[in-house]
């Protein structure tokens, strides 16, 4: 098993910043991506920002030049630095996890979810 845990939500004004962190923990053999995926209030929950071991990353449209997803390998951990925040960013934040077992076989584990709370 593999836990994602998430720290660094809150509530902050539009216009201000938050940064994000998800460690992931436990019988680790290979990540894959790691993502974050939100969820607003009567809302789909939706991909904020994915990021490969290799680095490469991908980004939904409304969060493009304010989002920066980063990640350390060796700490297992991911990132999402969260710049020029919207009342329209609220929402639940979680983080996923693209697992690879030694024999091969994928699994998918999410963190709990952190509140990120945007106030005008």
């Known amino acids: 098993q593999v836990q994602l845990v998430e720290s660094g939500g809150g509530l902050v004004q539009a216009g201000g910043s938050l940064r994000l962190s998800c460690a992931a923990s436990g019988s680790i053999f290979r990540i894959n991506a790691m993502g974050w995926y939100r969820q607003a209030p009567g809302k789909q929950r939706e991909l904020v920002a994915a990021?490969?071991?290799?680095?490469?990353?991908n980004y939904a449209d409304s969060v493009k030049g304010r989002f920066t997803i980063s990640r350390d390998n060796a700490k297992n951990t991911v990132y999402l630095q969260m710049n020029s925040l919207k009342p329209e960013d609220t929402a639940v934040y979680s983080c996923?996890?693209?697992?690879?077992?030694?024999?091969?076989?994928?699994?998918?584990?999410w963190g709990k979810g952190t509140l990120v709370t945007v106030s005008s």
């Open positions: 996923h996890a693209d697992h690879i077992r030694a024999s091969g076989r994928r699994e998918d584990y």
């Open positions: 990021i490969t071991s290799g680095f490469t990353t």
